[in-house]
């Protein structure tokens, strides 16, 4: 078979076109740096898990097994547990969601979902609009579904409007295709904000009238710190909006269990995508969460999460701003993640290693654009560390910044060109074919 | 959004070319006939779960939970537990295969290998080479990625190797481009045979020298009924396989827990493409899996399936010889299926109706040919019903049969076209764009 390629990879010459597209992301390759013990890791989105009752949700699921296991352990609908599907329904009404459980799809995480939707509705070249910045994973799928992501800007309230106005329209105008407008209105991952209640209406208004679908990603929108959920964009159009929604934040996320709420014909395209690409979804993991949800006060365990992670957000801009005076952040009123603007000049890309030299970490803003921007940009999440371990981590993020600052200040600006060829080999993010 | 297409589906117009070739199975279709408690399913392949000592699963899993809890709830790495990697060697040391846990991706089934592994072989018009029958779940997937299946002759030792050498230099002289051979080697799903020993190096060197990825389907290799497992494919070829393994069939399907070996370069992407599409598979599913293969005797168990099925194999087998005298069928000697070919004339699929009005369901051959072929055969599972639901299934079957014999004696052959119109309202199945 050498003849097919290099002798590294017998099979290269074989791969599928979508396959250049697929590569490691910097929170992948964060990941396995992140996780050692020395390391104040700042950069990944894992939920608190030691505030769950574990004793209690080992006998509910032992429990589960020993009257329904025989259903739990055996293949189930490829559209998701009908007893589970009802219960979405009563999380969902907490932000104004009315729906039929025969519209919902469970899915193996939101992830899943997100692979659905961009399955059934991308063909290469095709546009995705998302937030400028945007969540890295529904990037690496639009990648391998070779789509075009066209970012929007977006502000201390969201995305914005008017800058979604005229970039549809500039699009339109060179003939291209829109498929639909990626957004997470609820505590934005990674930017930390929440689009208003004021543009809601404005941005499905705007989608409606070019005929793009909407998806509403809202892993984090239960986990308000300040006041009641906002009404979701799906509570205000049935048709045209494919809402994602997932138990990985507000229960456990190694369970895999997410789902799609969308418009009838859609949902019906979404099933058979998920029949071929996993024939159904997990029982076991569905029937683990079905049976949290109706024996455990699953609302007081969000009410735990939320003031756990309220305080965890008040140590991280309480030590941003006594010892980072030089950098800007947003202040997120809920969910896992700070979006910190660094000085002019500092590049966080090329910051990172001697970040992590210096024991913390971080995802450098480069990974939340489709486009290669985002250099002066970073995520700062504060789900995971405990208040003493985040103050100590921004107290070493900020000696880094510090010291790069010196840097800059006796060498001048760095030269971006350079940082591509060193920090390539380590960190590596989907390139998609932008035109 | 009217303009966009019709008043039923809104999104009409802004599907994907490849969702026009997502249409459900005729296996879905009758899943919710099947399941009637009046109707004797001779259809699915679902594993007969009452043989698991499920008090101690459920045992297992709450002192799982309650000592690794915090692992197996949270996030996990994309390409799988590694302990459960460790494992999982060892099962497949059962069938000759020597490998490195590294170039073993963990997934949602087998079902998401195979989903990954069109991935990133297939773009559209790509070949894919595949028995005839194959299994339906997997020319589904195919189909989804737009490939073009081509059947090659199968036989009672499995694939025929002349037949493939044959196909492979036409298809190669049309200047197609062949991604890869889709097998099951072992106790076939529809067709109940088993690839003979002397056929399998045949089989990879016609591959090998053609420059064709195996793609070794196995699902079944440890249930059979009357001597030990032969020798994968992959124990012979390490560069020209990637082999699917699951728990489904030896534990439980309801899990979710399958695997791909792969060589290296290709084990790389398909981590890749299962980040995207899932972000990691379920810890919690794969950590119950691990501790089970960890503190149970699993090659015991697995014994008690074999047992069980060749009890029910015998059943089936010793009923359609009293009662289907007119028929020719495979004699499996493991697995879940026995492949029946109608007498001549006789349609499985224009059958159906009347079948599910006697009260037995079966899948009609139709399914498992990308090509439309396969009306005379029939597929009849033996894994789920007891040997007396059998015995009384296959007397049902024999009667409808027997009718359909009567009517065609005295309306003359039935004629395809007709059914086709009538039928394609409530079978359909995913038709490629053959060439």
Redesign the interface.
């Known amino acids: ?1 050498t ?2 390629g290099s002798r ?5 010459q ?6 250049a597209g ?4 910097e929170i ?1 390759a964060l990941f396995a740096v992140a996780s050692r013990p020395e390391v104040v890791s700042l950069a ?1 989105g ?2 608190y ?2 505030a ?1 009752p ?2 209690t ?3 509910t ?3 589960m ?2 009257t329904e ?8 609908s ?1 559209q998701g547990d009908p007893r589970l599907r009802e219960q979405i329904l009563e999380v969902m009404a907490l932000e104004g969601i009315s729906a039929h459980p025969d519209d919902i799809v469970v899915t ?2 939101s ?2 979902a997100l ?1 659905l939707v961009t ?5 290469p070249g ?1 546009v995705v609009l998302a937030e400028a910045p945007s969540y890295v ?1 529904a990037l ?2 639009f ?3 070779q789509a075009d992501v066209v970012h929007v800007a977006s502000d201390a309230d969201g995305l914005v409007p008017h800058a979604l106005e005229e970039t549809i329209q500039a699009l339109q105008a060179q003939g291209r295709r829109i ?1 639909f407008l990626y957004s997470v209105p609820n505590f934005h991952n990674p930017a930390g904000v929440t689009l208003s209640l004021e543009r809601r209406p404005q941005v499905l208004d705007i989608c ?1 009238r070019h ?1 793009i ?1 909407v998806l509403e990603d809202n892993p984090y929108g239960l986990l308000g710190f300040d006041r009641e959920p906002y009404p979701a964009m799906r509570a205000a159009s049935e ?2 909006v494919v809402y994602l929604g997932s138990f ?1 934040k507000t229960f ?5 269990v997410g789902w799609a709420l969308a ?1 009838h ?2 949902r019906e ?1 979404l099933v ?2 998920s ?11 569905q029937m ?1 969460v079905s049976t949290y949800l109706a024996t455990s006060d699953w609302r007081a365990q969000i009410k735990v999460y939320r003031e756990l992670y309220r305080e965890r957000r008040d140590a991280m801009v309480d030590a941003l701003t006594a010892q980072l005076p030089q950098a800007r952040w947003t202040h997120p009123d809920g969910g896992f993640y700070v979006w910190l603007t660094l000085p002019e000049g500092v590049n966080a890309k090329a910051m990172l290693p001697r970040a992590v030299t210096e024991r913390v970490a971080y995802v450098p803003g480069t990974a939340f654009f489709a486009d290669g921007t985002g250099h002066q940009h970073v995520r700062l999440s504060y789900c995971y560390p405990d208040p003493d371990r985040i103050r100590e981590g921004v107290r070493r993020f900020a000696g880094v910044v510090q010291a790069e600052l010196e840097l800059l200040e006796t060498f001048g600006p760095y030269d971006a060109s350079v940082t591509s060829d060193t920090s390539a080999a380590r960190v590596q993010f989907p390139s998609p074919d932008l035109s």
């Open positions: 078979m003849e097919q590294l990879d017998p099979w290269k074989s791969y599928a076109q979508r396959t697929m590569t490691a992301s992948r990944g894992m939920p898990l030691s769950l574990m004793d949700v080992a006998e699921v032992q429990r097994l020993a296991g025989l259903t739990a352990l055996q293949y189930g490829g193996t995480g992830q899943q692979d399955r059934i509705f991308i063909d095709d994973g690496g799928v990648s391998a579904y498929k409606q005929g679908l048709e045209g990985s456990a996320p190694g369970l895999r418009p014909a859609v395209k058979l995508a029949e071929s690409a996993i024939l159904c979804p997990s029982a076991y993991a683990t």
